[in-house]
């Protein structure tokens, strides 16, 4: 059975460049969730969705930063224009309930 | 705000030894807790959840949960050199938002 599947795993951009990030959650799960972990910060919820709903986006750090689920089995998050501190690894997460997420292998960000 | 708190270590035991791991949260009203591990370079991964007061054991592993302190830990028996992985505890808020904390850095010494 297929995990969560994240797409690119590694992304190296200039400063001002568009970045799209893109997650496939596990099948029947209804809820996903989009979190960055830095040295730092330790690991930041940015936004969940359930049923494709956006329910809380209040860890979107500034307008720069959109994340769309058109449908049950995709999303994306995207950054325009990057900066070099937002540079991280990208999780998405997803789960069924019961707060038991399963990650995917992350998206490594590198704004130069 | 709500907060996750544990001590970032890094911790050293011994292999065979135990290993204990502590967190406390902000949030009387959290209802549900977990521990991940996370190896280097790797992602986070399940490994105990814990939603009442006590202990709740699997295999070498053991929550222990303590509402009243706002208090969670994580024992792992027989230290293995396999379990050195940073562990990340969370609680659930409310609706399915998981807050983590910082994350403890253990090492198993051979």
């Known amino acids: 059975d297929a995990g969560v599947i994240q797409s690119p795993r590694h992304e190296v951009t200039e400063m001002g460049q568009e970045v799209t990030l893109r997650c496939k959650p596990i099948s029947g799960h209804n809820s996903l969730f989009w979190y960055r972990q830095t040295m730092m910060r330790g690991l930041e919820l940015l936004i969940y969705f359930n049923n494709n709903v956006p329910i809380d986006d209040s860890g979107m750090p500034e307008d720069r930063f959109s994340a769309k689920m058109p449908n049950a089995s995709f999303s994306t998050l995207k950054i325009q224009p990057s900066e070099p501190r937002d540079s991280a690894v990208y999780f998405c997460?997803?789960?069924f309930g019961a707060g038991e997420l399963f990650f995917g292998e992350g998206s490594r960000l590198t704004v130069l | 705000q709500k907060e996750v708190e544990q001590n970032s270590g890094p911790l050293s035991v011994p292999e065979g030894a135990i290993a204990s791991l502590n967190c406390t949260y902000s949030?009387?009203?959290?209802?549900?807790f977990f521990w991940y591990r996370q190896y280097s370079g790797k992602s986070p991964e399940l490994i105990m959840s814990?939603?009442?007061?006590g202990d709740k054991e699997d295999g070498r592993f053991t929550a222990q949960l303590n509402k009243a302190s706002q208090y969670v830990s994580l024992l792992i028996r027989d230290s293995q050199p396999s379990d050195s992985a940073t562990y990340l505890c969370?609680?659930?808020?409310?609706?399915?938002?998981?807050?983590f904390g910082t994350g403890t850095r253990l090492t198993i010494i051979p």
């Open positions: 814990i939603y009442s007061n």
């Open positions: 969370a609680a659930n808020f409310g609706n399915e938002k998981l807050t």
């Open positions: 949030d009387r009203g959290s209802q549900s």
């Open positions: 997460a997803s789960s």
